[in-house]
């Protein structure tokens, strides 16, 4: 299948590595061999899942005229920082309309966001749910009027021309499957915005990956992906018309959400500390920790019988570990060899 993509720029640190977790398999594969696609290496302080979607939306603003990028997030945003890096790194100007209160001290990605420096508007949650479209339209017209041109970058750069950086990445799996002698996989994968989802959902059909990809919601619940799934894909089908129609079905396993977006519970807490000290791998509590638990917890009810091979994508999210160091009660001595 001819798949022709649009321009690009190169930010991310790409192929990431496919890593096999022995200890992890081990001790909760329940014969399945887990794997770890380490998209939280594509770079250091620019890295994670976003700077896979942003190669192609920064080459789309720089085609289309624009000197500024807009978008939106969270406090600690890991797309807000990752734009924040990526525009400074281009010499785009990048302002962030952040929901929440403005902390007292700037920590974690937010810090990272002022380093970059990015123009930081803080509104309060009521506000940002309301008006947040009209607040891109304001902040595009007061850069229109000082003969500047904005970007408006939807949430998580999700949309049509973000999910680019993820059906790429199918591409990329295709080949670490063919190293590693994986036939055929589940891949899960942390789903916020769903734009990874649907990249990684309708890059598997298109490049006919043998693979089921699962989305493990932290927020929301399975009806809001399925349909933010659907809407990205039909954002790209609209965008590109000349791209092949192909049917795609996302699958989102839901139940782990916890008590709201960025609450974890002490048992993801515990998950990331011990995953920690046996592979030397780190998640985050606000959204790969709660996919790495769902994923284990759908492992042991059997979920994915029949599969050797689950794949979990490490979208990154490092810089949120750190405002939520008290989540992370003394933790034991890891204990000699
Ligand atoms: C670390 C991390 N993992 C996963 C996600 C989810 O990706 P998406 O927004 O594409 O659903 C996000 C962002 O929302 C993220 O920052």
């Known amino acids: ?108 990605n937010l810090l990272l966001d002022y380093l970059a420096g990015a123009s930081v508007n803080c509104y309060a949650p009521s506000q940002y749910v309301r008006d947040i479209d009209a607040l891109f339209a304001q902040w595009q017209a007061h850069y229109a009027a000082r003969g500047r041109k904005a970007l408006a970058i939807p949430t998580g750069g999700s949309d049509g021309i973000g999910v680019w950086g993820y059906i790429a990445a199918c591409e990329e799996l295709a080949r670490d499957f063919a190293a590693a002698g994986i036939e055929r996989a589940h891949v899960v994968t942390a789903t916020g915005s769903g734009g990874t989802q649907a990249g990684l959902t309708l890059g598997a059909a298109l490049h006919r990956l043998p693979v089921t990809v699962w ?34 079905e996302p699958r989102v396993l839901d139940g782990y959400v916890g008590q709201g977006y960025g609450v974890a519970d002490a048992q993801v807490f515990d998950l990331i500390c011990t995953l920690a000290r046996l592979e030397g791998i780190v998640l985050d509590p606000v959204y790969t920790g ?5 994923m284990l917890a759908e492992l042991k009810q059997g979920r994915f019988e029949g599969t050797r091979d689950i794949v979990f994508m490490h979208t990154g999210g490092i810089f949120g570990v750190f405002p939520q160091r008290r989540g992370f009660t003394d933790p034991a001595p890891a204990g000699g060899p």
């Open 1 to 108: 299948m001819v798949l022709v993509y649009p321009r690009k720029i190169d930010l991310a640190h790409t192929p990431t590595p496919l890593q096999y977790l022995e200890r992890a398999s081990r001790r909760w594969g329940c014969g399945c061999r887990i794997w770890v696609k380490r998209d939280d290496l594509t770079g250091c302080t620019l890295s994670g899942n976003k700077v896979r979607k942003l190669e192609y939306i920064t080459a789309h603003a720089i085609d289309t005229g624009c000197d500024t990028l807009i978008t939106c997030g969270g406090i600690q945003s890991n797309h807000c920082r990752a734009t924040a890096l990526a525009g400074a790194q281009l010499g785009l100007q990048v302002h962030l309309l952040l929901r929440g209160a403005a902390p007292a001290e700037r920590e974690g």
């Open 215 to 248: 989305g493990v919601n932290v927020c929301d619940d399975a009806q809001y992906f399925l349909r933010k799934v659907a809407q990205d894909v039909g954002d790209w089908r609209q965008r590109y018309p000349q791209c092949p129609e192909i049917p795609v």
């Open 290 to 294: 709660k996919a790495f638990a769902g």
